[in-house]
C-alpha cells in the first residue's frame, strides 16, 4: 500500500482539494479504503458534537463570515487534535480561528522563562501554519499568566474577541505545564459564557 499522510488522508476525506493520486489508490487498496472510512466516521462523529454545541449559541451555524474561534492550545498531543477540531469547525462556518498560548510563568531563571516563551511562540506558529495550509484566517498570539490562572486568561480572551466557541484539547497524559490539562478544560467550561468544545 502506498504511504500517504495523515493530513493528506484527512482533507481527502473532508473534500479540501482534489487528489486524483490519493482517489486512484483508495480505490484499489483495501487497507486505503479502510483508513478513509474510518476517517468519515470520526468527521461524522465530530459534526455531530458541533451540531450539539452550535445548537447552544445564539448565532446562525451556518452564517457566513461571522464566527469567531478561540483555539487554545499547547504542547500536548490533545492540541493537535484541538487544532484539526477547529479547522473542520472554520471550514464549516467560514469562520477565524484565533490561536491561543497562554504560558503559565512560575518563579525561575530568565533562561528558564526566555525557553519557555520560545517554545509557546512554536506551538502558536505550528497551529497557524496548520490552519492557514487549510485555506483559513487565522491569527496567533502569546500571553503570559500565573499558573493558577490559565483558564481564566482563556476566558477573558474568548470575551475580549467575542468568541462564538472555543476550542480546547484534552489528553489523559498531561505534563505539569501543560495548558490544557482535565482541571483547566472543567475551569473553562464552568467559567466561559460561550460553549466549549473539547476535541479528543
Known amino acids: 500500500m502506498g504511504e500517504f499522510t495523515d ?3 484527512v482533507d481527502y476525506v473532508l473534500g479540501l482539494r482534489s487528489d486524483p493520486e490519493l482517489e486512484n489508490a483508495v480505490s484499489g487498496e483495501e487497507g486505503l479504503r479502510q483508513r478513509c472510512h474510518d476517517l468519515r466516521a470520526h468527521f461524522g ?3 455531530r458534537e458541533f ?3 452550535l445548537a447552544n449559541t445564539a448565532r446562525d451555524p451556518l452564517s457566513r463570515g461571522s464566527w469567531r474561534i478561540l483555539l487554545a492550545v499547547d504542547d500536548s498531543p490533545g492540541s493537535r487534535a ?7 469547525l472554520a471550514t464549516r462556518c467560514d469562520g477565524v480561528v484565533e490561536v491561543l498560548h497562554v504560558l503559565g510563568l512560575a518563579l525561575g ?3 528558564r522563562i526566555h525557553a519557555s516563551e520560545a517554545a509557546g511562540v512554536a506551538v502558536v506558529q505550528t497551529a497557524l501554519a ?11 498570539q502569546l500571553c503570559r499568566a ?4 490559565l483558564a481564566l486568561n482563556i476566558v477573558r480572551e474568548a470575551e475580549e474577541i467575542r468568541a462564538d466557541v472555543i476550542v480546547l484539547g484534552s489528553t489523559h497524559r ?9 482541571r483547566v478544560t472543567a475551569e473553562v467550561v464552568r467559567r466561559s459564557c460561550c460553549p466549549v468544545f473539547v476535541a479528543r
Do not use: I, K, M, Q
Open 7 to 9: 493530513d493528506r488522508l
Open 45 to 47: 462523529s465530530l459534526d
Open 51 to 53: 451540531g450539539r454545541v
Open 82 to 88: 484541538a487544532t484539526l477540531a477547529a479547522a473542520t
Open 109 to 111: 531563571s530568565r533562561l
Open 130 to 140: 496548520e490552519l492557514r495550509g487549510r485555506g483559513l484566517t487565522a491569527r496567533g
Open 146 to 149: 500565573s499558573p493558577g490562572h
Open 174 to 182: 498531561s505534563r505539569l505545564s501543560t495548558l490544557v490539562n482535565h
